[in-house]
C-alpha cells in the first residue's frame, strides 16, 4: 500500500525486512515524512521510525547497518533539529546517532558498506571533514577519515570528477563507477582493498550510474 508524494531515489532492505527509502517527497500514507522513512515489509509505513522533520533536501544513498542503524546520505544541510552536511547515521528509531560524526562538502550519490562497518562514500564533493578530499573517500565507524584508504582522485580546484556509484566483491576490491578520468581509466575503476588502482582493470565507459554482480561473478 505504499504511497509517496514525490521522488523515491533509493532503498535499502533491513535484517528485519523493513524497507527504507530516501528521496525527494513530504508524505508517505498521509503521514508527513521528509525525504526519508521506513515501510514495513507489506509496504505499510512503520510509524516507530520517526526521523522527527526529517532532511531538508534530496536523499540519494541509504546504506543498512545489521544493527538496525542506517547511514544516510545526499544533498542536504539538516536533518531534525541538527545541523548535518549530506551525510548522517540514524538509530532504528529514526533519531540522530551522535556518535557518527562526518561531514561532506558537497553531493552524497553512494554509500556502500562493509564486513567491518567502515563506509566507503562516493559522490561530487571537494572535503570530507573539513578536509580537502575529492569524490570518494572510506569513513571510520566513527565518521572519521580513514586514511589507510589510498584518495584515488587527486586534489585540484578543477576536478570535476563524479561517483555515483560503487560495489565491494568477495575478494575486497571494490568497483566504482561514474562520470570520471584517473589514471587512464574512464568513469569505471577497480581498486584493491587498500585503495590503489587495480591496473589490470582497464574497461572504459562513458557514464556509469549503478552496478551489481551476479552470481557467477559478472558484473552489470
Not at 30 to 47: K, N, Q
Not at 136 to 160: A, H, M, Q, Y
Not at 187 to 204: C, E, Q, V
Amino acid at each position: 500500500t505504499a504511497g509517496i508524494n514525490g521522488t523515491v531515489s533509493v532503498s535499502a532492505i533491513q535484517a528485519d525486512q523493513k524497507i527504507l527509502i530516501g528521496g525527494l517527497f513530504s508524505n508517505v500514507q498521509y503521514e508527513s515524512r521528509s525525504h526519508i522513512a521506513r515501510l514495513l515489509p507489506d509496504g505499510i509505513i512503520d510509524l516507530t521510525f520517526n526521523p522527527g522533520k526529517g532532511v531538508n533536501g534530496s536523499v540519494y544513498a541509504i546504506a543498512s547497518q545489521s544493527n538496525g542503524k542506517a547511514i544516510i546520505g545526499g544533498e542536504f544541510t539538516s536533518f531534525n533539529t541538527d545541523t548535518v552536511k549530506n551525510i548522517v547515521r540514524v538509530n532504528e528509531d529514526g533519531s540522530i546517532d551522535p556518535s557518527f560524526q562526518a561531514s561532506i562538502s558537497g553531493i552524497v550519490y553512494s554509500l556502500e558498506l562493509q564486513n567491518d562497518n567502515k563506509v566507503l562514500v562516493g559522490g561530487y564533493f571537494s572535503a570530507v571533514n573539513n578536509e580537502a578530499y575529492f569524490s570518494f573517500v572510506r569513513l571510520n565507524t566513527d565518521g572519521s577519515i580513514d586514511n589507510t584508504f589510498e584518495r584515488v582522485f587527486p586534489l585540484s580546484e578543477t576536478n570535476k570528477n563524479t561517483i555515483y556509484t560503487s560495489l565491494i566483491l568477495p575478494n575486497g576490491q571494490i568497483l566504482a563507477g561514474g562520470n570520471f578520468d584517473v589514471a587512464n581509466k574512464y568513469s569505471i575503476i577497480r581498486l584493491n582493498a587498500d585503495g590503489t588502482i587495480d591496473t589490470a582493470f582497464t574497461h572504459n565507459y562513458s557514464t556509469v550510474r549503478d552496478l551489481a554482480r551476479q552470481p557467477d561473478g559478472k558484473i552489470i
